[in-house]
């Protein structure tokens, strides 16, 4: 069957989006390829079809077993043969799953990364066909990635351990010059067809506030927003339960998720926010991974994240309906200092591309340009000719003026007085006060 036919017949949408289609056939001309769209642009689609057409089994492997287990359910229930191995099987599991395997029961098996290099699974791969092996948030090979995972770097020598050489395909939304650059290397991609979407997102509102009093902003903003479903993402676990504390008792409908949360806790309050039974989700950034809710209005962040990667894709969960939807940040200083400390509780490998990614955040949040243009430089796309009529600060009706002759004076005056006297000094001197 040919892939329009396939796209309908199990998930049943009529037409493929731009760059599904041309990855797709890639693929089926038996090119590597590395496929960068942003979160929620489609890429399953993009292995899952050549997969079903493909002779032999793709291997699918993704950083996360909750992401995994609701792909492989969602396959199942299209009725596409896929199955999961993971750390969670029991033995009697794995041996059936591997028979079935062993007959070609299946067309898509997703694999763990931890689960690359056991025995087991190295014996299994060399006796089945693999026609591909898809990795999916590949970003994760890379310390300079946002996420790595060394378990990715694995992938590699499992794939060199087979008789065959499948076709190797990499996905992820991140396409900064140096994760990209590893992501061929460490996988060791072949001539990739190459392919990045535009990482735009024009129905997104980007704005950055600075107020003096973020819960004030923020029930404000809500007092306008009000029934519409929304996230707002905060840095700490505690800063989630004080928040959505704060916001219930001022009668607020909100619920809660982070990783200190039972799991029964986690899931039902997932729940109640994916069936819009409680329009708004306060969490830490362990909340989103895999979330595909189309109708989030807003998405704000309480505190200033780390870096772009992960702000872009925590903001990018608004507005997958492709209606419009805000992302708004509340900075404050304090919110640097809170991620340095963060970094500096880390580990040594990689702080200093940590403190890097951290200065283009705050440049982000006090840069007086178009937040459009400056997202997508970030991530290596060239800005925008003109203002994006969608942001923040294209949309402000601040005037800028240059005051560099005033600083001048300013900080003159300053040091002729011995950088001994406060501000009202300062300011009496400059205007000639007459006082003694
Ligand atoms: P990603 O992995 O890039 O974040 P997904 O593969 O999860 O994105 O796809 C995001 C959503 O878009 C899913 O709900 C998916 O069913 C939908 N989708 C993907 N391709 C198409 C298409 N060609 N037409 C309509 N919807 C699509």
Redesign the pocket.
């Given at each position: 069957m040919d892939p329009v036919s396939l796209?309908k017949k199990y998930?049943g949408?009529?037409?493929?989006?731009k760059g599904?289609r041309e990855i797709i056939d890639a693929i089926l001309c038996g090119r590597d390829v590395l496929g960068i769209?942003?979160?929620?642009?489609?890429?399953?689609?993009?292995y899952q079809i050549p997969a079903l057409i493909l002779e032999g089994v793709t291997l699918v492997i993704s950083p996360l077993i909750s992401l995994m287990k609701d792909?492989v359910d969602t396959l199942k229930e299209y009725g596409i043969a896929a199955e999961l191995i993971n750390s969670t099987l029991s033995n009697q599991e794995f041996r059936e799953i591997i028979e079935c395997a062993r007959n070609g029961q299946y067309k898509l098996l997703y694999v763990a990364p931890e689960r690359l290099e056991t025995d087991s699974f190295i014996q299994l791969a060399q006796e089945i066909p693999i026609s591909m092996v898809a990795v999916?948030e590949a970003h994760c090979v890379s310390q300079w990635g946002h996420d790595f995972r060394p378990s990715y770097r694995r992938i590699y020598s499992m794939i060199e351990r087979l008789p065959k050489r499948p076709i190797v395909t990499a996905?992820t939304?991140t396409a900064t010059m140096q994760v990209k650059a590893d992501i061929v290397q460490l996988l060791d991609l072949y001539q990739p067809f190459e392919y990045v979407s535009s990482f735009d997102r024009s129905n997104l509102y980007f704005e950055v506030r600075k107020p003096n009093n973020k819960l004030q902003e923020v029930q404000a903003y809500l007092s306008e927003h009000r029934g519409e479903s929304g996230i707002i993402y905060c840095a700490t676990r505690k800063n989630v339960d004080e928040l959505c504390e704060r916001l219930n008792y001022l009668g607020v409908v909100a619920t809660k998720y982070h990783a200190g949360l039972s799991d029964e806790e986690r899931t039902q309050n997932q729940e109640s926010f994916l069936l819009d039974e409680v329009p708004l989700i306060i969490a830490t950034n362990a909340f989103g991974m895999?979330i595909?809710k189309?109708n989030v209005r807003f998405v704000i962040h309480y505190n200033m994240p780390k870096n772009m990667e992960g702000y872009y894709q925590e903001a990018g969960r608004a507005g997958?309906d492709g209606d419009n939807a805000e992302c708004i940040l509340l900075f404050s200083t304090q919110d640097i200092m809170t991620n340095r400390y963060l970094i500096e509780k880390g580990s040594d490998s990689g702080r200093m591309v940590e403190y890097e990614k951290l200065n283009s955040m705050v440049d982000y949040c006090n840069t007086g340009g178009c937040l459009r243009s400056f997202i997508l430089k970030y991530f290596g796309e060239g800005g925008l000719e003109k203002s994006c009529d969608n942001c923040g600060n294209c949309n402000s009706d601040i005037e800028e003026t240059d005051i560099t002759i005033e600083a001048q004076k300013i900080l003159s005056c300053v040091k002729r007085m011995h950088e001994k006297f406060g501000a009202t000094q300062v300011a009496d001197v400059l205007k000639g006060a007459n006082t003694q």
């Open positions: 796209l998930y949408y009529d037409s493929f989006r599904q769209m942003p979160t929620g642009g489609g890429k399953s689609i993009c792909q999916d996905f939304a895999g595909d189309p997958r």
